[in-house]
């Protein structure tokens, strides 16, 4: 079973940048789609972001499009996610998981997730 660690997170003043990590050991996730997500205390769990195996198709939320980047780098086993113009409504844990059955913006689509790395965004 792959295992996924979320790195990267901080407390960080609005307007500026963060990169999150999302490293997979215990397996390869080479030929999975990815996706990033995002929960604040007393919300659900919310889709951010997803990457196609081979990068080529990438898939945002309307709330981050233009701000925010997904990559990856398989060879590393290692997912990326491109925070910049950081929002206090970006405050957030911040999770990545493996899309399995089902639509990739759902939460319920997804498995093997992280812990999760939490970004506090300040104004």
């Known amino acids: 079973q792959v295992q996924l660690v979320e790195s990267g997170g901080g407390s960080v003043q609005a307007g500026t940048s963060l990169r999150l990590s999302c490293a997979a050991s215990a397996g390869s996730i080479f030929t999975n789609t990815m996706g990033w997500f995002r929960q604040a205390p007393g919300t659900e769990r919310e889709f951010v972001a997803a990457?196609?195996?081979?990068?080529?198709?990438?898939f945002y939320a309307d709330s981050v499009k233009g701000r925010f980047t997904i990559s990856r780098d398989n060879p590393s086993n290692t997912v990326y996610l491109d925070l910049v113009s950081l929002k206090p409504e970006d405050t957030a844990v911040y999770y990545c998981?493996?899309?399995?059955?089902?639509?990739?913006?759902?939460?319920?689509?997804?498995?093997?997730w992280g812990q999760g790395t939490q970004v506090t965004v300040s104004s």
């Open positions: 990457i196609s195996w081979s990068g080529v198709n990438t």
């Open positions: 998981a493996i899309l399995g059955r089902g639509s990739l913006y759902s939460w319920t689509s997804y498995h093997d």
